[in-house]
């Protein structure tokens, strides 16, 4: 893609890519503020505040394992250019807009990634592709939705014991106080995970356009943007997948809106911390289920829960296909205008 001039396109295709973040922060609001707001503990419009705002500080507590991984853990950063960057970002956008219009609580992280990977396997086959990264992001598919329901189903388990003897009101007042602390930490964790995806393709770009040198690393101004475009994201909320997520799946109480945004939390930071890019939707869906089937099996409405599943098997080899398609776009185009 040499049609808009390299300095140029440099730019527009950065642009892209927080658009992307800003599309994540407005597909995966849903994660951080459903549980939140399905129990009336906050009104949406302060949730998504209350999110943003976590979203947004996250990059002052953790490093940047996540963004190495995606940034040359996926494919070899050898072979990325503008145009598999493009195929990269058009995949994920696309697959993004559609679920999101649809109201399905698919993974924005898995699309990414699957775009990255179509887009370079269009270009360069099968050699360039990081095995070990692309296995380590498609063990977190089954492993953090598993970890999110084994945390909540303890989580339960353990206030449910330790409040045995407390009368209900004075129960539910506590827990829509924890509340705060349990949505804070979800977001952080979401603000943790996700923006740094966005970080690695930005980053991957500018050394593949000469900008930076020397050892992987994330410029200051990158984080800052990423951090800043998720959370302008999830300030506009995902009206659609907030329903889905906090009331289609189960009906949640205060007490099961804590245990499910609390060992979604923790599965993230876990996550976070040894550089897998995994999904926040996977993991507070298996939270949320969890915390449903603590209360009996039949409280958790399976036929929405097994649509969710099928989307999130289909996200990396749809994203996959749209990749590779806006990837063989960006070369008819340059060599129609180049």
Same mark, same amino acid.
């Given at each position: 893609m ?6 140029l ?7 892209v ?8 922060g407005?597909?995966d609001a849903a994660n951080?503020?459903a ?5 009336r503990?906050?009104?949406a419009r302060?949730?998504v ?8 500080i996250?990059?002052a507590?953790?490093?940047?394992h996540?963004a ?23 995949? %994920? ?10 109201g399905?609580?698919?993974s ?8 990255l990977?179509?887009?370079?396997i269009a +270009?360069?086959?099968?050699n360039?592709?990081?095995w070990s990264?692309?296995? +380590?992001?498609?063990a977190?598919?089954v492993?953090s ?11 339960v ?14 129960a ?5 106080k ?15 995970n996700?923006?740094? +995806? ?8 500018l050394?593949?356009?000469g ?15 990423c ?9 506009m ?12 799946i189960t009906?949640?109480?205060p ?13 993230l930071f876990?996550a ?7 999904s ?15 209360r009996?099996v039949s409280?958790v409405?399976?036929?929405v829960a097994?649509g969710?599943?099928w989307?999130?098997?289909?996200t990396?080899?749809? %994203? ?6 806006f990837?063989?776009? %960006?070369?008819?185009a ?5």
């Amino acid at each position: 893609m040499v049609f808009a001039g390299p300095g140029l396109l440099l730019i527009v295709l950065v642009a892209v890519a927080l658009a992307f973040d800003f599309l994540n922060g407005l597909h995966d609001a849903a994660n951080s503020i459903a549980t939140i707001v399905s129990t009336r503990v906050l009104p949406a419009r302060y949730a998504v505040l209350w999110a943003a705002f976590f979203n947004f500080i996250a990059f002052a507590i953790f490093g940047q394992h996540v963004a190495q991984t995606v940034g040359k853990g996926i494919i070899s950063p050898g072979i990325v250019s503008d145009a598999v960057i493009f195929g990269a970002l058009g995949g %994920a956008i696309t697959w993004n807009i559609v679920t999101w219009l649809s109201g399905i609580p698919s993974s924005s992280s898995h699309a990414l990634i699957g775009g990255l990977l179509g887009a370079g396997i269009a +270009k360069a086959g099968l050699n360039p592709v990081v095995w070990s990264g692309v296995w +380590k992001t498609v063990a977190g598919i089954v492993v953090s939705p598993a970890l999110g329901l084994a945390l909540a189903l303890l989580l339960v388990l353990i206030v449910s014991w330790a409040f045995v003897k407390a009368r209900p009101a004075f129960a539910d007042g506590v827990f829509r106080k924890l509340q705060f602390v349990s949505a804070a930490a979800f977001s952080l964790g979401h603000g943790g995970n996700d923006a740094q +995806k966005t970080m690695g393709i930005i980053t991957v770009l500018l050394y593949a356009h000469g900008k930076l040198t020397g050892a992987f690393h994330v410029p200051f101004w990158v984080v800052l943007s990423c951090q800043a475009a998720m959370a302008a994201g999830t300030l506009m909320g995902g009206w659609r997948i907030v329903h889905t997520m906090g009331s289609k799946i189960t009906h949640l109480t205060p007490q099961q809106g804590f245990c499910a945004e609390t060992a979604g939390a923790l599965t993230l930071f876990f996550a976070t911390n040894i550089g897998v890019p995994v999904s926040t939707t996977h993991t507070i869906t298996g939270a949320i289920v969890g915390v449903g089937a603590a209360r009996r099996v039949s409280a958790v409405r399976w036929n929405v829960a097994s649509g969710i599943v099928w989307a999130w098997v289909i996200t990396m080899p749809v %994203a996959g296909l749209m990749g590779a398609g806006f990837f063989w776009l %960006a070369r008819l185009a340059d060599r129609t205008w180049g």
